[in-house]
């Protein structure tokens, strides 16, 4: 069982990046997968979330309107399309997953079943 992240990088403020949750070993379908991000010096935050059985989905309010999660099954990966970065999402991201249908948002990243290793973010200003 396995979650690859990537898709990070360094942009200017107001670019964009696409951030790519693969999983092995499991169904995306069956599970929720969430991304989190970890700042220097500072707590996980959870960023947006994603329910495989139903699609629902979760944004953090800092990220709501700039950033889109989404799924493809065939490829067993989930996406996150950030917009609009500022630098205050500078950070690296985590993709997680949390086995069935949990209430969203999964609020304690060490209640995850996998984790994935993190991508870093950059956002320049």
């Known amino acids: 069982v396995q979650l690859q992240a990537s898709g990070g990088g360094l942009v200017q403020a107001g670019g964009s990046l696409r951030l790519s949750c693969e999983a092995s070993?499991?169904?995306?379908?069956?599970?929720?997968i969430g991304w989190f991000r970890q700042a220097p010096g500072k707590e996980h935050e959870g960023v947006s979330h994603?329910?495989?059985?139903?699609?629902?989905?979760y944004y953090a309010d800092s990220v709501r309107g700039r950033f889109a999660i989404s799924s493809d099954n065939a490829k067993n990966t989930v996406y996150l399309q950030m917009n609009s970065l500022k630098p205050e999402d500078t950070a690296v991201y985590y993709c997680?997953?949390?086995?069935?249908?949990?209430?969203?948002?999964?609020?304690?990243?060490?209640?995850?079943?996998?984790w994935g290793k993190g991508t870093q973010v950059t956002v320049s200003s």
């Open positions: 997680v997953a949390k086995r069935g249908s949990p209430y969203l948002p999964m609020l304690y990243y060490g209640g995850m079943d996998y």
């Open positions: 070993g499991f169904s995306v379908g069956d599970y929720a």
């Open positions: 994603f329910r495989g059985g139903d699609g629902t989905t």
